[in-house]
C-alpha cells in the first residue's frame, strides 16, 4: 500500500502537468499523510539539507565549464581536430562526431550541452555531405548519452552523493565503459553507411593536422587535468569542478580570446538557471529519499526481488529492466534521486559491487535521454537541428540499440567495468 501511495501520488502529479520537483514534493506529503507524519517543519528542514551538500558544489560549477567551452571555442575546436583525423573517411564525419562526442564528454558532463553543440556545428556539414538527415540526428543524440558517462559527470556526482558512494571512484570507474559505448557507436554508424554513396571531403595535410591539434591542446589538456588530479589526490571532484570551470574561462578569455567581457553575465545567468532547476530537484527529492527510508520501502522492494536475489546477474538484469522503463517517462535525475535510495540496499544485499551497479545505472539512465517519449535530448537535437521529433527518434532506434545491447553485456561480464576501476584507482 506504501508502495502504492507514493508511485499513485507521484504519476498522478505528474499526469496533470505539474513539474517533477513539485510532484517529488506533492508525493512526499502524500506519504506524510499515510504514515501519520506531516510536519511542515519536517518537511523544510529535509529541503534545505537536500542541497545543503559540499559535494553538490560540483553540478553548477560542471554547468558553467560546459556553458563557457561552447560560448568560448573550445568545443568547436575540438570538433575541428577530430574534422582532420577522420573526416576524409567515407561517413567521416558520423566518426568526427562520434569523436567529437567522446571528447566534450570528458570536457561538460553534459548530456543536454554535448548534443546542443554537436548538433549546431555538425548536423548542418552531414546534410550538405549527402547523409540522411534523421540518421544524421540520431547519431547526434545518440553520442550525447556519453556525457553523463565519461567523467566528469553530473549524473555520477548526483548518484555518489545520494548513495553515499566515492565519486572519484565512480569517475575512474566509468572511463572504460563511456569509451565502449563510444565503440559501438562506431561500428554501428560504420555497418549503416557502408551502402551510402557519399563523397568525403579531402584528406587533410599533416600540417592542417598539427594546426587543429595545436589549436585544440588547451582544450584537451582539461580533462587529462581533471583526471589526473583525481588519480592522484590532488583534489575532490568539487574542486576539479571549480578547477574545469576557473580554466575553461582562462583558455576562452586569455587564450582563444573567443568570451568576451560582454558575454560573461549571459553565460553566468544561463549557468546559474540551469544549475537552480537541478539543485531544487534535488532539495525535492531528498524529502522523498528521507520519506522513502521511514516507509522502509527499500525493505519491500528486497522483498519483491527476493527471488533474484540468489544470482547477481539475474538481479542485475532485472533492476536494468526496471530503469529502462522508468527511464522512457522520467528524465535522468529525477530517476537517480528516486530510485537511488530505493535500490542501494537491495545491491548491497546482494553483495553487488556499490561503484560498478552505480556506473551502469548511471549508463541506463543516460540512454533513457534518448528512449521516447520523454527523450531530453531527443528534444534537443530536434529543436537544435530544426526536426521533427519522429525523424529524431527514428534516427535513433539502431544507435540506442547499440548502446543497450553493450550495457547488458557488461551486466553479463562486470570484469567489463570493476576490471578496469581496479587498474586505475590503484
Not at 585544440?216 to 578547477?243: D, H, K, N
Request: proline share 6%.
Amino acid at each position: 500500500m506504501t508502495i502504492l501511495i507514493f508511485v499513485g501520488s507521484l504519476l498522478a502529479a505528474m499526469a496533470i502537468g505539474i513539474p517533477i520537483a513539485f510532484a517529488l514534493l506533492a508525493s512526499g506529503v502524500a506519504l506524510m499523510w499515510h504514515l501519520d507524519l506531516f510536519d511542515a517543519q519536517i518537511l523544510a528542514q529535509n529541503l534545505i539539507g537536500g542541497a545543503d551538500s559540499f559535494p553538490l558544489l560540483a553540478v553548477p560549477f560542471f554547468m558553467l565549464a560546459g556553458e563557457i567551452m561552447n560560448v568560448g571555442g573550445l568545443s568547436r575546436r575540438i570538433v575541428g581536430l577530430a574534422l582532420s583525423l577522420v573526416g576524409h573517411v567515407k561517413g567521416g564525419l558520423g566518426y568526427v562526431t562520434i569523436m567529437a562526442g567522446c571528447l566534450l564528454s570528458a570536457l561538460s558532463g553534459s548530456a543536454v550541452a554535448d548534443a546542443a553543440a554537436l548538433t549546431a556545428l555538425l548536423l548542418p556539414m552531414m546534410v550538405s555531405a549527402g547523409h540522411d538527415k534523421a540518421r544524421a540526428g540520431g547519431l547526434i543524440a545518440a553520442v550525447g548519452v556519453i556525457g553523463p558517462v565519461i567523467p566528469p559527470s553530473i549524473g555520477l556526482v548526483i548518484f555518489g552523493v545520494a548513495a553515499n558512494v566515492s565519486i572519484s571512484r565512480l569517475f575512474l570507474a566509468a572511463i572504460v565503459p563511456g569509451l565502449l559505448i563510444g565503440g559501438a557507436l562506431w561500428f554501428t554508424w560504420a555497418w549503416l553507411v557502408r551502402r551510402e554513396k557519399i563523397v568525403p571531403p579531402p584528406r587533410k595535410s599533416a600540417r592542417e593536422i598539427g594546426q587543429a591539434a595545436r589549436e585544440a591542446f588547451w582544450a584537451l589538456l582539461l580533462p587529462l587535468i581533471i583526471l589526473v588530479g583525481l588519480r592522484m589526490g590532488v583534489f575532490t571532484p568539487t574542486e576539479a569542478a571549480v578547477v574545469a570551470a576557473a580554466y575553461a574561462l582562462f583558455v576562452a578569455t586569455v587564450i582563444y580570446r573567443e568570451l568576451k567581457l560582454s558575454q560573461l553575465r549571459d553565460v553566468f545567468v544561463a549557468a546559474a538557471k540551469t544549475s537552480a532547476i537541478v539543485m531544487f530537484l534535488i532539495a525535492a527529492a531528498m524529502v522523498s529519499a528521507w520519506l522513502i527510508t521511514v516507509a522502509d520501502l527499500p525493505g519491500k522492494v528486497v522483498g519483491l526481488l527476493q527471488p533474484f536475489m540468489g544470482s547477481p546477474i539475474l538481479l542485475m538484469v532485472a533492476i536494468m529492466v526496471l530503469v529502462m522503463v522508468v527511464g522512457t517517462a522520467m528524465d535522468m535525475t529525477p530517476t537517480i534521486l528516486i530510485l537511488t535510495p530505493v535500490l542501494m540496499p537491495v545491491v548491497k544485499a546482494a553483495g553487488i559491487d556499490p561503484v560498478y551497479f552505480g556506473v551502469l545505472f548511471i549508463i541506463n539512465n543516460s540512454i533513457g535521454l534518448v528512449t521516447p517519449p520523454v527523450g531530453t535530448v531527443l528534444n534537443v537535437v530536434a529543436g537544435v537541428g530544426r526536426m521533427k521529433m519522429d525523424d529524431v527518434t527514428r534516427g535513433v532506434v539502431p544507435f540506442m540499440v547499440a548502446e543497450f545491447a553493450v550495457m547488458f553485456l557488461m551486466v553479463i561480464f562486470p570484469q567489463t567495468v570493476t576490471w578496469p576501476a581496479r587498474l586505475l584507482h590503484g
